[in-house]
């Protein structure tokens, strides 16, 4: 029988390497989701609950900015352009405008940032899009007032 070996669900390439192989070796492989997401400076998203808390207080989000949020999370320190977080938190059925994402990006930030006009979370990357920084650190590439 088998040993069962449960990883925690990730899309990146060196994740998915790693599951083949242990399937190779006789694994079986069950990919859980994360439940509790901790970044920042006391934040909290509780996935099973669908809540987000910073310090302690619940801050209230729409489902499209629960969905955003979630999404950058699994995906730290990625870039995103418009059109690739349309197609992944939208759906390819989304018949909106791009600038929808900057809407939804700048309402997050007011909910999550300590300065919005100044973010360290979710940051943008000028000329191609948005990356979360789990920790708030500066990335030198970037323009935070500016939108992709």
Same mark, same amino acid.
Do not use: C
């Given at each position: ?12 390439? $060196? @994740? ?11 694994? &079986? ?8 997401? &901790?970044?920042?400076?006391? +934040? ?9 808390? $910073? +310090?302690?207080?619940?801050? @209230?989000? /729409?489902?499209? &900015?629960? &969905? ?6 699994? +995906? ?22 791009? +600038? ?9 930030? @007011?909910?999550?940032? @300590? ?8 940051? /943008?990357?000028?000329? $191609? ?20």
């Amino acid at each position: 029988m088998p040993s069962t070996l449960m990883l925690l669900e990730e899309d990146d390439a $060196v @994740a998915l390497r790693m599951q083949a192989r242990l399937r190779a070796a006789g694994f &079986e492989v069950q990919r859980v989701a994360q439940s509790i997401y &901790e970044f920042g400076n006391g +934040h909290v998203l509780d996935v099973q609950a669908r809540a987000l808390s $910073v +310090h302690a207080r619940t801050i @209230a989000l /729409t489902l499209r &900015e629960y &969905e955003l949020l979630h999404f950058l999370l699994r +995906h730290p320190r990625q870039v995103f352009s418009r059109d690739e977080l349309i197609e992944r938190v939208w759906g390819k059925g989304f018949d909106g405008f791009p +600038h929808t994402v900057s809407s939804h990006i700048n309402r997050l930030r @007011a909910k999550i940032e @300590a300065h919005p006009q100044r973010p360290r979370l979710i940051q /943008t990357a000028w000329g $191609v899009g948005y990356r979360f920084e789990p920790n708030g650190e500066l990335q030198r590439e970037l323009r935070h007032n500016a939108g992709p």
